[in-house]
């Protein structure tokens, strides 16, 4: 096609004029000052982005409490390699190792927090396997704190496994755990913070993956879960917009981040790669603005839907 250069520009730019710079930026430093003495409960918080949300609420005085997760499953998310002396294993001394080092993390991003500048840090370790005890974190950060204003959604499981290829990725606890982590957990915490919420006129902000819109091959249970929370959190934040609630909901997109701790979705050209504290900006600034979306990085979404248009992905 002798304009086929064309395309991503067409796409590009309208996208690029057309997304409200309130989601792209982090807000003015006064309305940021709001956030001090704020409760924010973060899921994931022991590394990566969330430990980089805490670290910039902290520079602002919000409280904070910070979960890490146990009862990890290492077959999924390939990351945190424990070994043994017959090499990696997926025992449950290897699930209490691991459990241990993603704790000890998070103490330290407590204590970092706290120097910060945040007055207080609670931390708190969870499976969210267990979908049905999930209550009990949002009921532990009001009893240490008194109150929640933001609740940030950031945990996930990616779980890799080509299901036509793989035994493991056919197997009923493959999708169940990866929906109790994915969905039904933020489902369940969201619900159990909303009376809270309601209270403190709060805000939710749920992270989610560039698999919310597009689907990739070997990704077919994690696109689904992605797929599944942005349809369930878009849903509800229509119904809080015709309650005339005072909670606000943004649903947020991240892309590939340099020096990231997770394993890449998508390869994507550098340019195209986002920083994650200035992603952590970004959604921090999203929490005082309460925009419906965000994206991050802005561009590399639209890259990424390109290469789908191509068959490349």
Not at 162 to 167: A, C, D, E
Not at 201 to 225: E, N, R, Y
Not at 232 to 249: D, P
Request: proline content about 4%.
């Amino acid at each position: 096609m002798k304009f086929a250069w064309l395309l991503p520009l067409l796409i590009a730019i309208p996208y690029w004029w057309l997304t409200p710079s309130s989601l792209l930026s982090s807000s003015s430093s006064s309305s940021l000052l709001s956030l001090a003495n704020k409760t924010v409960l973060i899921t994931d918080a022991s590394g990566g982005l969330g430990a980089e949300l805490a670290r910039h609420l902290a520079s602002y005085q919000a409280n904070l409490m910070l979960v890490t997760r146990t009862g990890r499953s290492e077959s999924l998310t390939n990351k945190q390699n424990v070994y043994n002396k017959e090499g990696k294993t997926n025992s449950p001394q290897s699930q209490s190792q691991i459990s241990a080092y993603t704790w000890n993390k998070l103490v330290s991003v407590r204590d970092e927090a706290l120097k910060l500048g945040s007055p207080k840090v609670e931390i708190l370790s969870f499976d969210y396997n267990n979908v049905g005890e999930v209550g009990m974190i949002v009921e532990k950060t009001v009893e240490k704190f008194g109150r929640l204003d933001y609740l940030v959604l950031n945990q996930e499981e990616i779980a890799r496994g080509y299901l036509v290829k793989t035994r493991h990725g056919q197997t009923p606890d493959f999708v169940s755990r990866t929906f109790s982590v994915n969905v039904y957990s933020s489902i369940e915490l969201t619900l159990k913070s909303l009376p809270y919420l309601e209270q403190t006129q709060g805000h939710i902000l749920l992270l989610s993956s560039l698999l919310s819109d597009i689907s990739k091959p070997g990704l077919a249970v994690m696109s689904a879960t992605q797929h599944a929370t942005h349809g369930f959190f878009s849903s509800l934040q229509r119904e809080l917009r015709e309650k005339a609630s005072g909670v606000t909901l943004t649903v947020g997109q991240v892309g590939e981040m340099e020096q990231s701790e997770k394993m890449s979705l998508f390869e994507v050209p550098g340019w195209s790669v986002g920083d994650r504290g200035e992603c952590a900006r970004v959604l921090v600034g999203s929490l005082v603005s309460r925009p419906g979306t965000v994206r991050y990085p802005r561009l590399q979404g639209v890259f990424v839907r390109l290469l789908g248009m191509f068959g490349r992905i």
